[in-house]
C-alpha cells in the first residue's frame, strides 16, 4: 500500500515550541506531500518533496524524506495558535492515486 | 482563478433517498478524486476520474455508489438509497495531471442520513 501513517496521533505543544511529526509508508515513491486541515475544512497542500530530495524548507516548515527507512518528518518551527489543525502525509508514486493515513492533530496552546 | 467548488456544502437526506455531491474542479485541471472522512477520522480514497474516464475506483462500496466527470459540467458523486453509515464529509481534490503530485481540495460536502 501507498499510504502513509503519520505519528504521533496527537500532539500538543505550547506556542513558540517546535512540533515535529512523522510519516512512514511502505513502497517506493516519487515525492511525498504534506497536508494540513484545519476543522471541518478540506486539506491544504503545504509542501513536496521528491524522492531525489533529502530536506526541503518552506517558511517555518521543515521536511525531511529518509527513503531507505522509508519515513519523513515535518517540523513546525515556532509554532503558533494557527498551526492547530490535523496535519497527513501523502507519498506518491506509481498507485494513481493519493492516500492518506489517519492524520497527526496537533494542538498548540497559548 | 476559482478553487475546486463543491456543491451542496451540507446535504440531509433520509434513508432510501439519493444524495448526489458535485465537484467542480480548477480551471485547467482534467484529474479529480473522490474521499470520504468519517469524524476524527483521515480521508479514506473512494474514485479517481479523469474527463469521461473512470481511472481507479477502487475504494468505491461496490453498490449504490457512482460517479461520473463528463466531458462538460461538474463531476458527479451519487448515492443511492441513502443509509446512516454514508453520513459523513466528502471531499473533492483536482490536479492538472496524474504526475504533478499536489492536489487542490474543495471546501467538502457533508452529508448527514437521518
Redesign the interface.
Known sequence: SQQGEEDPQALSIQEGENATMNCSYKTSI??L?W?RQNS??????LI?IRSNEREKHSGRLRVTLDTSKKSSSLLITASRAADTASY?C?P?GT?????????TRLQVTL | NAG?MQNPRHLVRRRGQEARLRCSPMKGHSHV?W?RQLPE?????MV?LQKENI??E??MPKERFSAEFPKEGPSILRIQQVVRGDSAAY?C?SSRS??T????????SRLTVL
Open positions: 516519487n515525492n506531500q497536508y471541518g475544512r478540506g486539506l491544504v497542500h513536496l497527513f501523502g506518491t498507485a494513481s492515486k493519493l492516500t492518506f493515513g489517519t492524520g | 475546486v478524486y474521499y477520522e483521515g480521508l479514506k480514497f479517481y481511472i481507479d477502487s475504494g471531499f481534490a496524474r504526475d503530485g499536489e492536489l487542490f481540495f474543495g471546501e467538502g
